[in-house]
C-alpha cells in the first residue's frame, strides 16, 4: 500500500507543531506516525498547564478548528527546503519546483480519484487535527 504511513512522519508533525502550536510542542512528538503517542503527550501537557496561564498559540490565534491540506503541503514544503542544502528560498530551486510540489499535494488531499480515496483522504485529514488541534486547544 503506497499511502500506508503517507504524510505521517515525525518530522512534518513536529514542523506542523512547530509552527502552529509552539516550538516546544514539537518536541513531545515521538513514535511511528501512528499520532498515539502525541496525542497522550497532548493531553498530559493540557492538563499541567490548565491552571497555569499560557500565551496562545497561532493556531488559536488564526481561530484553526481543524487542519487544512494546504496547511499539510506548506510544512511539508518548509520541512524539504529545511532538509535541503539550498541557503535562500525561490519557488524553483534548480530542478525542484516548489510550486508543483505544493500543488501536487494539495492535489493528493483535494483532489482524490474516487469514493474510497476521498475516504483515505477524510481520514487523514481527522488524523491530523486529532493530532494537532484537539488536544492543544
Same mark, same amino acid.
Given at each position: 500500500?503506497?499511502?500506508?504511513?503517507?504524510?505521517?512522519?515525525?518530522?512534518?508533525?513536529?514542523?506542523?507543531?512547530?509552527?502552529?502550536?509552539?516550538?516546544?510542542?514539537? /518536541? =513531545?512528538v515521538e513514535?511511528?506516525?501512528d499520532? !498515539?503517542?502525541?496525542?497522550?503527550?497532548?493531553?498530559r !501537557? /493540557?492538563k499541567?498547564?490548565? !491552571?497555569?496561564?499560557? /500565551?496562545?498559540? $497561532?493556531?488559536? $490565534?488564526?481561530?484553526?478548528? /481543524?487542519?487544512t491540506?494546504?496547511s499539510?503541503?506548506y510544512?511539508?514544503?518548509?520541512?524539504?527546503?529545511?532538509?535541503?542544502?539550498?541557503?535562500?528560498?525561490?519557488?524553483?530551486d534548480? =530542478?525542484f519546483?516548489?510550486v508543483?510540489?505544493?500543488?501536487?499535494i494539495? =492535489?493528493?488531499?483535494?483532489?482524490?480519484?474516487?469514493?474510497?480515496?476521498?475516504?483515505?483522504v477524510?481520514?487523514?485529514?481527522?488524523?491530523?487535527?486529532?493530532?494537532? $488541534? =484537539?488536544?492543544?486547544?
Open positions: 500500500d503506497l499511502e500506508e504511513g503517507l504524510f505521517k512522519g515525525k518530522i512534518l508533525l513536529q514542523a506542523y507543531k512547530a509552527v502552529f502550536t509552539s516550538p516546544s510542542s514539537a /518536541k =513531545d513514535g511511528n506516525g499520532g !498515539a503517542d502525541i496525542i497522550q503527550n497532548n493531553r !501537557a /493540557k499541567s498547564f490548565n !491552571a497555569l496561564k499560557v /500565551k496562545k498559540h $497561532i493556531a488559536q $490565534i488564526i481561530k484553526m478548528e /481543524k487542519v491540506s494546504r499539510i503541503a510544512i511539508i514544503c518548509q520541512v524539504r527546503f529545511a532538509l535541503s542544502s539550498v541557503t535562500s528560498w525561490r519557488s524553483v534548480g =530542478d519546483d516548489y508543483q510540489f505544493w500543488r501536487t494539495v =492535489d493528493f488531499f483535494e483532489r482524490p480519484p474516487g469514493r474510497e480515496a476521498q475516504r483515505r477524510d481520514r487523514l485529514l481527522e488524523w491530523w487535527t486529532r493530532c494537532i $488541534i =484537539d488536544c492543544t486547544s
